[in-house]
């Protein structure tokens, strides 16, 4: 399952921007972040994606929610303004960020040619 991120764990798991002008992912492992709402129905589909996801690499790739009703400061700070939207993470280099309900096929390519390709060396 995926785990909820506050504004707070999201400092201490992810970036603490108030630290960091620059980008400093605080992880040791890449990581999938979904914005979403509970109202937003292509989020609804999106879900059991990410939580089968998170069964599937579990140990390799956290998977983490943010409400973006619950955290209006994070989704401002990604400039979220469409969900559901998904920032894929690797542990070093620049997050990219999709936007729009992706098919379970589509996340996995992504999060094997992004997140784990850069973490085997």
Do not use: H
């Amino acid at each position: 399952m995926a785990e909820n991120l506050t504004l707070d764990t999201f400092k201490e798991k992810v970036f603490n921007f108030e630290l960091n002008q620059d980008w400093k992912f605080e992880g040791d492992k890449p990581c999938v972040i979904d914005f979403w709402a509970p109202w937003c129905g292509p989020c609804r589909m999106v879900a059991p994606i990410i939580d089968e996801l998170s069964e599937e690499y579990k140990g390799k790739v956290n998977f983490y929610k943010i409400n973006t009703d619950e955290e209006q400061e994070l989704g401002g700070i990604f400039g979220i303004r469409s969900i559901p939207s998904l920032l894929f993470v690797p542990v070093e280099g620049q997050p990219k960020m999709a936007v729009g309900a992706l098919p379970k096929e589509s996340f996995k390519k992504v999060i094997e040619e992004e997140l784990l390709t850069s973490t085997k060396n």
